[in-house]
C-alpha cells in the first residue's frame, strides 16, 4: 500500500520514509507514526498501512536511516545512538511539515521509544495538531509541559518494567499542574501490548502482544484523531 520517498527536515537535509495513502488522498488528515526501537520494520510500516486504510494519510520517518533489527541488543544500541532532541524537532518535525503541504491538521502516534518522542514532538513542534502516545516516556525532566498546547492522548500498560506505573504518575502530575488537558488510559497488559510481533520471549523479550486491548486502544486512537484532525 505505502512506498518509499525523500523529505526534508528543517535545517535542509533529506531523510527517508514510508507514505501510505488512503483510496482518498486529497483533503484526508494526516498522521505521522514513529517506529519502536527496532527500526522501520514491517509491522511499523503495518501500523501506517492501518491508518492509510481508515482514511488518514501516514508517515513513517526512517529515524534509523534504513537500519532495523529483531535483536535486542542491537536495538538498544540503535537507540543510544538516536539524539532525541534532534529527531524530535528534525526529523519528526520534517515529516510533520511534509504532511502539512498535503493536509490541513497533522497528527502524530508513537509506540514505546516512538511514544517517548511523540511527547516530545507535543512539547516542540509547533505545526503538530495531535498527539498519541502508547508506552513511550521520555525521562520527566525532559518533558517541557508549560509548551504542549495540543490535545494528548496516553495508553499505558500497568505491568511495563519498561515505563513503569509511577514514572507515568509523574508524567500525569506534571501535565496537571501545567494545566494541560489529556485523555490517558492504562490497561492491565505489558509493555508493547499493542505490537502483534511480540509475543512472549524469545528475540523481542519482555513484551506481550494483547489483541483485546491493543483493538481497544486502536479504537480509542482512532476516535481521538477524527475528533481533533477533522
Same mark, same amino acid.
Given at each position: 500500500?505505502?512506498t518509499?520517498?525523500? *523529505?526534508k527536515? %528543517?535545517?535542509g537535509?533529506?531523510l527517508p520514509g514510508?507514505?501510505?495513502?488512503?483510496?482518498q488522498p486529497q483533503?484526508?488528515?494526516? $498522521?505521522?507514526?514513529?517506529?519502536?526501537?527496532?527500526?522501520?520494520?514491517d509491522?511499523?510500516r503495518? $501500523?501506517?498501512?492501518?491508518?492509510?486504510h481508515a482514511?488518514f494519510?501516514a508517515?513513517?520517518?526512517?529515524?534509523y536511516?534504513?537500519?532495523?533489527t529483531?535483536?535486542k541488543?542491537?536495538a538498544?544500541h540503535?537507540?543510544?545512538g538516536?539524539? *532525541?532532541? !534532534?529527531?524530535?524537532t528534525q526529523?519528526?518535525r520534517?515529516?510533520i511539515?511534509?504532511l502539512k !503541504?498535503r493536509?490541513?491538521?497533522?497528527g502524530? $502516534?508513537?509506540?514505546?521509544?516512538g511514544g517517548a518522542l !511523540?511527547l516530545?514532538?507535543?512539547?516542540?513542534v %509547533?505545526e503538530?495538531?495531535?498527539?498519541v502516545?502508547?508506552?513511550?516516556? %521520555?525521562p520527566l525532566?525532559?518533558i517541557?509541559a508549560?509548551?504542549?498546547t495540543?490535545?494528548?492522548?496516553?495508553h499505558?500498560?500497568?505491568?511495563?518494567? *519498561?515505563?513503569?506505573p509511577?514514572?507515568i504518575?509523574?508524567l500525569t502530575?506534571?501535565l496537571?499542574a501545567?494545566?494541560?488537558k489529556?485523555?490517558?488510559?492504562?490497561?492491565?497488559?505489558h509493555?508493547?501490548?499493542g505490537?502483534e510481533q511480540a509475543?512472549?520471549e524469545?528475540?523481542?523479550?519482555e513484551?506481550?502482544?494483547?489483541p483485546?486491548?491493543a483493538?481497544?486502544?486502536?479504537?480509542?486512537?482512532f476516535?481521538f *484523531?477524527a475528533?481533533h484532525?477533522?
Open positions: 500500500m505505502g518509499t520517498i525523500q *523529505f527536515r %528543517p535545517d537535509q533529506e514510508y507514505l501510505a495513502e488512503p483510496a483533503g484526508a488528515p494526516a $498522521v505521522v507514526v514513529i517506529q519502536e526501537w527496532w527500526g522501520l520494520n509491522q511499523i503495518g $501500523v501506517a498501512d492501518r491508518l492509510a482514511g494519510l508517515l513513517v520517518p526512517d529515524l536511516r534504513g537500519k532495523s529483531v535483536e541488543e542491537e538498544h540503535l537507540m543510544t538516536l539524539d *532525541f532532541g !534532534t529527531a524530535a526529523d519528526v520534517g515529516a511539515q511534509f !503541504t493536509s490541513a491538521k497533522v502524530c $502516534v508513537g509506540f514505546c521509544m !511523540t516530545l514532538a507535543a512539547a516542540n %509547533p503538530l495538531d495531535a498527539a502516545t502508547w508506552y513511550g516516556c %521520555p525532566e525532559y517541557d508549560g509548551k504542549i495540543i490535545p494528548l492522548q496516553g499505558w500498560a500497568d505491568q511495563d518494567q *519498561f515505563f513503569p509511577a514514572q504518575a509523574g502530575e506534571k496537571k501545567a494545566g494541560v489529556h485523555d490517558f488510559h492504562h490497561y492491565l497488559a509493555h508493547a501490548f505490537n509475543v512472549g524469545g528475540r523481542i523479550a513484551t506481550h502482544y494483547d483485546v486491548w483493538q481497544r486502544a486502536w479504537d480509542r486512537t476516535t *484523531f475528533k484532525l477533522a
